[in-house]
């Protein structure tokens, strides 16, 4: 079975703001995610306008990911509304989707001498 990534996409009218979701995610939102079956979780912070974080998650096959949306999201998705609403000026957006293929670098990270 393929695995799912799975990508939230939000959007800030200030910097504070934004600040304040990372904290949020940082402060238990990702764990809850990774616990709901989650493999891994990564935190991306757009380098130009607008402001945006986006954090991908990679679900280890099409039925835990499935699982996570039907049984936890709904839990999670409603405590972000109510902290981030678009009231507040944020813009969410997910998308997911089959992962075809995963490369890496053979190439040692390590800084050289």
Not at 88 to 106: A, D, K
């Amino acid at each position: 079975m393929s695995a799912i990534a799975y990508t939230v996409l939000a959007t800030f009218p200030d910097e504070p703001t934004a600040r304040e979701y990372i904290d949020w995610l940082l402060g238990g939102h990702i764990g809850a995610v990774l616990r709901g079956g989650a493999s891994s979780a990564q935190i991306i912070r757009n380098q130009s306008e607008p402001i945006q974080v986006e954090i991908r998650y990679l679900f280890p096959n099409q039925q835990v990911f499935d699982r996570y949306v039907a049984e936890v999201a709904p839990g999670l998705r409603a405590d972000g509304i109510r902290r981030f609403p678009p009231e507040r000026g944020i813009r969410m957006e997910r998308r997911s989707g089959v992962i075809l293929n995963q490369h890496q670098s053979r190439l040692d990270a390590s800084p050289s001498r």
